[in-house]
T-cell receptor, first 112, second 115 residues
Framework: QKEVEQNSGPLSVPEGAIASLNCTYSDRGSQSFFWYRQYSGKSPELIMFIYSNGDKEDGRFTAQLNKASQYVSLLIRDSQPSDSATYLCAVNSGGSNYKLTFGKGTLLTVNP | DGGITQSPKYLFRKEGQNVTLSCEQNLNHDAMYWYRQDPGQGLRLIYYSQIVNDFQKGDIAEGYSVSREKKESFPLTVTSAQKNPTAFYLC??????????????FGPGTRLTVT
């Protein structure tokens, strides 16, 4: 059974700080990694994806992938109260199977 | 506007009744998916379809049925055989072919309550 693990939180950071969200996965063959943001009562929104080892930056967001250690992380710089949400990590094992396996999510709270 | 629509937003049914949830997309995406989300849980895949007139069971297909007669539409029927149907149901879609096929985009969801 392929598993994706996230710390459920809540993770609480002050406004302007860096929020660090982590995710580990069990399938060593995994090839594609995604971060979704989900506000309370709403559907998930795709905010980052990463396919190669290393860092990928998009505005205030940086995704980091380390396939050898089987973890992927999301850094949010200059955190804002509007970043308060649950962040879901999702992993795809590649090939012709387009299924994603989701973690349970980490609740982030950014305090003004 | 391009996007994924799901209707209705809220749905209430009595136990023992079948109910069909609608999902339509105008993104020209090839693949479509249905997930359910329970409080404090991750998303679990119910069914997915990579092409018209073909669909595959996901991890929790029992008690559900789908059809894919048009590229734009992927309705989900929650049957009376589903033991715990109350949940937040999410439809998603993506392009066919890697790597874009792995980037799934979600509709607004339907919250189903069965009493």
């Amino acid at each position: 059974q392929k598993e994706v693990e996230q710390n459920s939180g809540p993770l609480s950071v002050p406004e302007g700080a860096i929020a660090s969200l982590n995710c580990t996965y069990s399938d060593r063959g995994s090839q594609s990694f995604f971060w979704y943001r989900q506000y309370s009562g709403k559907s998930p929104e795709l905010i980052m994806f990463i396919y190669s080892n290393g860092d990928k930056e998009d505005g205030r967001f940086t995704a980091q992938l380390n396939k050898a250690s089987q973890y992927v992380s999301l850094l949010i710089r200059d955190s804002q109260p509007s970043d308060s949400a649950t962040y879901l990590c999702a992993v795809n094992s590649g090939g012709s199977n387009y299924k994603l396996t989701f973690g349970k999510g980490t609740l982030l709270t950014v305090n003004p | 506007d391009g996007g994924i629509t799901q209707s209705p937003k809220y749905l209430f049914r009595k136990e023992g009744q079948n109910v069909t949830l609608s999902c339509e997309q105008n993104l020209n995406h090839d693949a479509m998916y249905w997930y359910r989300q329970d409080p404090g849980q991750g998303l679990r895949l119910i069914y997915y379809s990579q092409i018209v007139n073909d669909f595959q069971k996901g991890d929790i297909a029992e008690g559900y049925s789908v059809s894919r007669e048009k590229k734009e539409s992927f309705p989900l029927t929650v049957t009376s055989a589903q033991k715990n149907p109350t949940a937040f149901y999410l439809c998603a879609s993506s392009f066919e072919g890697p790597p874009s096929a792995y980037e799934q985009y979600f509709g607004p969801g339907t919250r189903l309550t069965v009493t």
